[in-house]
Antibody, heavy 118, light 106 residues
């Protein structure tokens, strides 16, 4: 069974960088597509980015501030979001697409709440 | 950028059929997935590739997609189906979610 676990600071100051890591078990991150999705309190889901063995893709509305990377040795992938504001306060989920057909997310982490506040 | 539109809320009586729509330009030409999310929980995939159910998802969940709209149908709706539902599509390597629909089982 594939399991994903988000980790990182729960509080980030405005203008600083939000950093999160997703640790994967039960699947190699060298295979498949791995994604970040966020959900502001009381609002809907917003795709942030995904990474795969030969590339990555970013939400155009966040592209200038976002980076996604992978560490195959640790079987982890990470998210960095720069110059954060209160609007970036959200639960951040990591999730997997198995790469077949068209994009869908079959395994999700439990989510990590990140609050942007001074 | 591509957009998906869902009704904010849908209500259904227990045992009846619930239909949740998701509209987008030429959506029928793309594959649609649906997720169920209960309060305080992570989303769960209930339909992918328009009509396929992951293992463990009850048969009462089904999907369709044609023209400019996709539909998630829940037959014999149960109280446990009361949740938020999100559609999702993939367009030009970008992932798009609908705004979500709150399903009330009254």
């Amino acid at each position: 069974q594939v399991q994903l676990q988000e980790s990182g600071p729960g509080l980030v100051k405005p203008s600083e960088t939000l950093s999160l890591t997703c640790t994967v078990s039960g699947a190699s991150i060298s295979s498949y597509y791995w994604s970040w999705i966020r959900q502001p309190p009381g609002k809907g889901l917003e795709w942030v980015a995904y990474i795969y063995h030969s590339g990555s893709s970013y939400n155009p509305s966040l592209k200038s501030r976002v980076s996604i990377s992978a560490d195959t040795f640790k079987n982890q992938f990470s998210l960095e979001l720069r110059s954060v504001t209160a609007a970036d306060t959200a639960v951040y989920y990591c999730a997997r697409w198995d790469g077949t057909g068209s994009f869908y997310l079959d395994f999700w982490g439990q989510g990590a709440l990140v609050t942007v506040s001074s | 950028s591509y957009e998906l539109t869902q009704p904010p809320s849908v209500s259904v009586s227990p045992g009846q059929t619930a239909s949740i729509s998701c509209s987008g330009d030429n959506l029928g030409g793309k594959y649609v997935s649906w997720y169920q999310q209960k309060p305080g929980q992570s989303p769960v995939l209930v339909i992918y590739h328009d009509t396929k159910r992951p293992s463990g998802i009850p048969e009462r969940f089904s999907g369709s997609n044609s023209g400019n709209a996709a539909t998630l149908t829940i037959s014999g709706t149960q109280a446990m189906d009361e949740s938020d539902y999100y559609c999702q599509a993939w367009d030009s390597s970008f992932v798009v979610f609908g705004g979500g629909t709150k399903l009330a089982v009254l």
